[in-house]
């Protein structure tokens, strides 16, 4: 369930970049100082893999924060902060970005 939730994050944080890019496109000024934060990097070996793959927006319900993505490899189930789906319509093309890191055993419970 954890890799599931950790997946389910590391898509929204991915989907919600590449949509943000796609409507206010930049063109980059070399002399100029980056704005916003700067992108993360991890160490070699924290993930393990990474997928990058093209969908279409079939579903979205910006008040639940639910989107529904059509890809080659399937359906996904995305959910969201209602604000970030306000710009997000049915038809919509994404590139989602998956990243796998795997934390090892889950804890057992009782």
């Known amino acids: 369930m954890k890799l599931r939730t950790t997946m389910a994050g ?11 890019l796609a409507q206010n496109p930049v063109t ?3 002399s100029a100082p980056p704005a916003g934060p700067l992108p993360v ?7 393990m893999d990474r ?13 639940k924060g ?4 059509k ?6 189930m995305l ?9 997000v319509k049915k038809g919509d ?9 795997d934390n090892g055993p889950a804890p057992k419970t009782k």
């Not at 997928?51 to 008040?63: I, R, W």
């Not at 639910?66 to 993505?69: A, E, K, N, T, Y």
């Not at 959910?79 to 710009?87: D, T």
């Open 79 to 87: 959910h969201f902060p209602s604000s970030a789906l306000q710009n």
């Open 41 to 47: 990097t991890a160490a070699p070996d924290a993930a």
């Open 28 to 30: 980059p000024n070399p």
């Open 66 to 69: 639910r989107l529904l993505v």
């Open 51 to 63: 997928h990058t793959m093209q969908g279409e927006v079939t579903s979205v319900n910006p008040e």
């Open 93 to 101: 093309s994404v590139t989602l970005e998956l990243a796998l890191k």
């Open 10 to 20: 590391v898509t929204a944080s991915l989907l919600l970049a590449g949509l943000a």
């Open 71 to 76: 890809t080659p490899e399937g359906r996904m």
